[in-house]
């Protein structure tokens, strides 16, 4: 069974920046795309990024685009996720999510195996 273990969320004045790990067990990371969401109070847990199993593929909600990044070290098992030019309303908690099969990246909680317990990322005006 795989283990997600995230850690790097914290407190941060808007325009500032994090980086948030997520560490896997198992020796199959390599082959399992990743996806980092998150999820606000009363709100419902949005995808934030998603990462192709060799790393080559990501997606981003439009959003989103230009202050997030997500990247992976499979020899680490790791995958990261560099939020930049944080706003009050990235305020939430941030969820890894792995898949067991799959090459490309996946936008859809729904096709996720596994998740972590979450960190939480607090942005403060």
């Known amino acids: 069974q795989v283990r997600l273990v995230e850690s790097g969320g914290g407190l941060v004045q808007a325009g500032g920046s994090l980086r948030l790990s997520c560490a896997a067990s198992g020796r199959t990371f390599r082959s399992q795309p990743m996806g980092w969401f998150r999820q606000a109070p009363g709100k419902e847990r949005e995808l934030v990024a998603a990462?192709?199993?060799?790393?080559?593929?990501?997606y981003y909600p439009d959003s989103l685009k230009g202050r997030f990044t997500i990247s992976r070290d499979n020899a680490k098992n790791t995958v990261y996720l560099q939020t930049n030019s944080l706003k009050v309303e990235d305020t939430a908690t941030y969820y890894c999510?792995?898949?067991?099969?799959?090459?490309?990246?996946?936008?859809?909680?729904?096709?996720?195996?596994?998740w972590g317990q979450g960190t939480q990322v607090t942005v403060s005006s």
């Open positions: 990462i192709s199993s060799s790393g080559g593929s990501t």
């Open positions: 999510a792995g898949r067991l099969y799959g090459s490309t990246w996946y936008g859809d909680a729904a096709e996720y195996d596994y």
